[in-house]
């Protein structure tokens, strides 16, 4: 009984530890047509942070593509 109580803890432990978010994406506007995107990635050794600008119409087209991804996968399972 004390073996399958571990078990079962150990086995809830690692799940919650596998389902930590690594990447956080802040999006800010810049002006009327320009955004700014940053993400920072804790996963690792050392803290990454990547800054990029987008023009407001090129970063609504990628999320819409990554929008579709999504679905897509969502319909293939």
Known sequence: MKNLILILLLS????????KKCVTTIVERVGD???????????????VIKIQT?????????????????KKRKNEQ
Do not use: E, H, M, P
């Open 54 to 70: 987008y023009l407001k119409k090129d970063w609504q087209a990628l999320q819409k593509k990554r929008k579709q991804r999504i």
């Open 12 to 19: 809830f432990s690692l799940t919650v530890s596998a389902q």
């Open 33 to 47: 047509y320009r955004v700014k995107v940053i993400k920072k990635n804790t996963c690792g050794d050392q803290t």
